[in-house]
């Protein structure tokens, strides 16, 4: 596994574990939640898939990682962030979907629906 790699995963454990302690404990998960007036829960984006054939979901943002899932053409995912990854077809970003399962597609086929997801 190559360094590179390494990190995206434990960044993708960090964040997994981030999410699940908000979504097994109600009082952290609460909105309302501030700290000096702001919330400090991230916000929810959302995409569209545009691959005609379906798009491949995989463990890492690579061409070569394992596929996890597929989800189909026009279905709408929620996004928690992106990072740079393998290049497909000139586009290097890659979105966390976060819909239960934490997998990765490439931002070459999930058009954004409102804002770009945030950095991960």
């Known amino acids: 596994m190559s360094t590179q790699t390494a990190v995206i995963r434990l960044g993708i454990a960090v964040a997994a ?10 009082a952290l ?16 984006y959302k995409g569209r898939v545009v691959a005609k054939s379906g798009l491949h979901l995989r463990d890492a943002p690579t061409r070569g ?15 928690f962030c992106k990072t740079g990854g393998d290049n497909v077809e000139g586009n290097h970003l ?7 399962t934490w997998a990765w597609g490439s931002a070459k086929y999930i058009n954004n629906i409102g804002a770009a997801p945030r950095w991960c």
């Not at 574990?17 to 109600?26: E, F, K, V, W, Y």
């Not at 700290?35 to 829960?41: D, H, K, L, P, R």
């Not at 890659?94 to 239960?100: A, I, M, R």
Request: aromatic share 6%.
């Open 65 to 79: 990682s394992r596929i996890v899932r597929t989800e189909p053409y026009n279905a709408i995912v929620p996004i």
């Open 29 to 44: 998960a609460d909105d309302s939640t501030t700290v000096n007036g702001a919330n400090n829960n991230p916000p929810v």
């Open 17 to 26: 574990a981030a999410t699940l302690a908000t979504t097994a404990s109600p």
């Open 94 to 100: 890659w979105y966390l979907l976060t819909d239960g």
